[in-house]
């Protein structure tokens, strides 16, 4: 089920905003300020709290990227998912982005395991902090760095009119085999262009609004699985593999909802 109002031409106010300060800052200015985001992201979204030092939060990346656009990059989680003790949300910073917090991830305990792999996007090198809160409140955090450029910027060429039409169209399999009490691996695949808000347009030179999934929730037989809010940081044609336990045959759910407000709807049966 596909639902989509008619588009709007402005794009969020903070991403409006964002965009006039990467305009009066562009990246040479932001790299001399590389080392200071952390400490200002973590005031900001981490107020007088302590973030532990955790090696148990694994991140995979490659050191140095081809192209900004299209990062492959994974987080796992080493940490026990019962009822009692689980890790119920992951956020991701790509701390010199023109909009760092990247995307955060909210799981159960039927997730099995706090882990996702996707695309994300890097304008210029930078680090990657990747936050971890307990469901009893303890935080943790580790990181790496990639170099990579260009990711948020730049021109965008092809056919805005196609690119918006096909916009979430989704599929959905098992990523491995259907494991019952046990982790089963999935893989979505949405196509979305992703837009920033900061690329231009290569035949109108004009930029193009902002326009991105910002809302993923996952269910298993009506039981939430993971959901995430994402922001401009995600690649194009987001692809997000995650986890669940599924306790018996059943129907893995879908639905997203983009910044223009459409929504959309996959479901697949497995186990059967």
């Not at 092809?158 to 690119?163: F, K, L, P, R």
């Not at 096909?166 to 599929?171: L, Q, S, T, V």
Request: aromatic share 8%.
């Amino acid at each position: 089920m596909n639902t989509r109002p008619q588009r709007s031409t402005c794009p969020y106010v903070f991403l409006s905003l964002m965009v006039l300060a990467w305009l009066a800052c562009p990246p040479t200015a932001s790299a001399q300020a590389a080392d200071a985001p952390w400490a200002a992201l973590q005031q900001s979204y981490f107020p007088g709290k302590q973030l532990e030092q955790a090696s148990f939060i694994r991140l995979t990346a490659p050191a140095r990227a081809a192209s900004g656009d299209q990062v492959p990059f994974a987080f796992s989680i080493d940490h026990p998912m019962t009822a009692r003790q689980y890790i119920k949300s992951v956020t991701v910073f790509v701390d010199a982005n023109p909009v760092p917090l990247t995307a955060v991830f909210r799981f159960r305990p039927e997730s099995g395991k706090a882990e996702v792999a996707t695309r994300i996007r890097f304008e210029s090198d930078s680090p990657v902090h990747v936050v971890a809160e307990s469901n009893d409140g303890r935080l943790y955090v580790n990181s790496l760095t990639v170099k990579a450029s260009g990711g948020c910027g730049g021109t965008i060429p092809g056919d805005n009119a196609q690119a918006l039409a096909e916009a979430g169209k989704m599929k959905i399999a098992l990523d491995g085999p259907f494991r019952r009490g046990e982790l089963t691996k999935a893989r979505l695949l949405i196509r979305h262009p992703m837009y920033t808000g900061l690329q231009r347009d290569l035949a109108t030179h004009g930029f193009r609004p902002a326009f991105f999934i910002d809302k993923i929730d996952i269910t298993y037989d009506g039981k939430p699985v993971m959901t995430a809010d994402m922001s401009i940081g995600i690649s194009e044609n987001p692809s997000i593999g995650f986890g669940f336990v599924p306790s018996r045959a059943g129907t893995l759910q879908v639905l997203i909802r983009d910044s223009d407000g459409a929504s959309f709807r996959q479901a697949i049966d497995v186990g059967c």
